[in-house]
């Protein structure tokens, strides 16, 4: 049984900083592209940033400079370090887990950038 449990979303003020963690199982993590992705609401869920088996990473352009993804194969987690954080960040974190035509997602996290 496949799962994605994301943790460490929250309520933070603007310019502050969160880390969004990500812990798999029951996948062979080091061969997945993992990614996190967002959806605001009333807007379609959009990519953040993925990193890739290599270890190659992309990022959308409205988080470039700001958030930092990560992955640790010995312990099966991808994390998201999310600094200067604003409020159009604001959205539903998930995780997700893609490796040609399997994919698989967490049930999010909540973050939200208010003061």
């Known amino acids: 049984q496949v799962q994605l449990v994301e943790s460490g979303g929250g309520l933070v003020q603007p310019g502050g900083s969160l880390r969004l963690s990500c812990a798999a199982s029951g996948i062979t993590f080091s061969l997945y592209a993992m990614a996190w992705y967002r959806q605001a609401p009333g807007k379609q869920r959009e990519l953040v940033a993925v990193?890739?088996?290599?270890?190659?990473?992309k990022y959308a352009d409205s988080v470039k400079g700001r958030f930092t993804i990560s992955r640790d194969n010995a312990k099966n987690t991808v994390s998201l370090q999310m600094n200067s954080l604003k409020p159009e960040d604001t959205a539903v974190y998930y995780c997700?887990?893609?490796?040609?035509?399997?994919?698989?997602w967490g049930q999010g996290t909540q973050v939200t950038v208010s003061s």
């Open positions: 997700n887990a893609k490796l040609k035509l399997l994919a698989y």
């Open positions: 990193i890739g088996s290599d270890g190659n990473t």
